[in-house]
């Protein structure tokens, strides 16, 4: 039991390497690199993603989606699709501040049916 807990309070060799490389990976420049992950499970939708990540473009981070589709002639080939990532809580906040501005709303239609 002793040599348990004096090896429990003890910072193995390995442990040290392992900051080394963490600090490291804080340094390691994403710029133009992306990364795409297999969706897990079933889609929802045929049209749905297959695959799911991000990329970052001169600086600008985006989200990144890929679906593997079928040409007319058999190839297979895959759908890309990427969006600004801060663009879908830009387009809540808007909706959020102007509720009506893409709606025609009519407060009281004018009648001449007296009540």
């Known amino acids: 039991m002793q040599y ?3 090896h ?7 442990h040290k390497g392992l900051k080394k ?3 490291s990976m804080e340094q ?3 710029t133009n690199k992306g990364v795409l992950f297999k969706e897990q499970g079933q ?3 045929e049209w749905h993603d ?3 990540g991000t990329i970052d473009v001169e600086g600008v981070e985006y989200w990144i989606g890929a679906a593997v589709r079928k040409s007319k002639a058999g190839v297979p080939y895959m759908k890309l699709n990427v969006r600004k990532k801060e663009s879908k809580a830009a387009e809540i ?3 959020l501040d102007k ?3 893409n709606k025609h709303v009519d407060p009281l239609p004018e009648d001449d049916i007296p009540f």
């Open 43 to 45: 889609k929802a939708e």
């Open 4 to 6: 348990v807990k004096s």
């Open 28 to 30: 390691y420049d994403n």
């Open 50 to 52: 297959d695959y799911k």
């Open 21 to 23: 490389r963490k600090k």
């Open 99 to 101: 509720p009506y501005a």
């Open 8 to 14: 429990l309070n003890h910072d193995p060799v390995w």
């Open 93 to 95: 906040k808007e909706s």
